[in-house]
């Protein structure tokens, strides 16, 4: 089923559903998806609704064309917000920064960026905050800003510190040199480049995978990741015993219990070897 952009968003994102996975897509193909403020307003709309709509069990996040996206639109955004007032120049960072990392850092289902071309400059952003990421091998990726003068705008410097390696990140950072999927790879930017015929399929069939897990304790698992890594290893320990309670609680499957009858009561299911049997 396809929905219109104007029913979720805007006319600078498109959204599909197939099976179960929201495909959200940059739509300013004519600009390489280039995120102006009206994308961004866009955006926040469409997270905000898929976050309760039962047909969205993940959310792949790509851009419509030949890019992923290719940074900040210059002209609608930096240009517009440098002509206006203080308070303008407030809302359009903020409408910018909400979806980009702090909607999709801890959004309530899995996301998946696939990176089928150009990603430069600010879409490292919201591309680090996807929970998973799925290149083609012929993406181009960049942080060129150097070259023109400023330094990574928004949070982009903060996003590649959570993934490269110091020595890779300045190295880009300061030479502004674009590199491909593969080294996207290695730089731990995203899980895997494939070939661009291979791209969609490899990213549907990982989907397929998180839709088989206990949506609840998928969820948890995936929140507990990533405040953890801002703690200590003592908040941790207590973080995380908590955070598991608080899982059992909640879980409406009762996972853990099913999981641990079916090990040590009906020997039904082996932990390594596949998932314990969600419908019994």
């Known amino acids: 089923m396809t929905i219109e952009a104007s029913d979720l968003g805007g006319e600078n994102v498109k959204v599909e559903f197939e099976d179960g996975i929201a495909w959200v897509k940059l739509n300013r193909p004519d600009k390489r998806n280039a995120m102006s403020v009206g994308l961004a307003e866009d955006m926040i709309r469409v997270l905000d609704a898929l976050e ?5 069990g ?3 996040l790509t851009g ?3 890019a992923f996206s290719a940074g900040m639109d210059l002209k609608d955004f930096f240009r517009a917000t440098d002509g206006g007032s203080d308070i303008q120049r407030m809302r359009a960072y903020r409408s910018t920064r909400a979806w980009q990392w702090r909607l999709l850092m801890h959004y309530a289902k899995p996301t998946i960026a696939m990176v089928n071309g150009w990603c430069f400059g600010g879409a490292f952003t919201p591309l680090i905050c996807c929970d998973l990421a799925i290149a083609s091998e012929d993406a181009v990726f960049g942080l060129s800003e150097i070259n023109w003068g400023v330094i990574p705008g928004g949070v982009v410097s903060k996003a590649i510190s959570t993934l490269m390696n110091d020595r890779k990140a300045m190295y880009y ?3 502004g040199e674009k590199f491909g999927g593969k080294m996207a790879e290695q730089l731990g930017l995203v899980n895997e480049a494939v070939p661009a015929d291979k791209l969609r399929e490899r990213t549907v069939e990982i989907a397929r995978v998180l839709l088989e897990k206990n949506p609840t304790v998928l969820r ?11 703690m200590t290893w003592e908040e941790s320990a207590e973080y995380l015993t908590a955070k598991a309670d608080q ?3 909640v879980d409406p ?4 219990e099913k999981g641990l009858s079916q090990f040590l009561d009906t020997k039904t299911y082996r932990p390594g070897h596949g998932v314990y049997k969600r419908e019994e």
């Open 52 to 56: 309760i709509d039962d047909r969205a």
């Open 58 to 60: 993940v959310v792949i």
């Open 64 to 66: 419509e064309g030949e």
């Open 173 to 175: 950072v300061m030479t």
């Open 220 to 230: 948890q698992a995936r929140m507990a990741y990533k405040y953890v890594r801002e």
């Open 247 to 249: 899982t059992t609680f």
């Open 253 to 256: 499957e009762k996972g853990r």
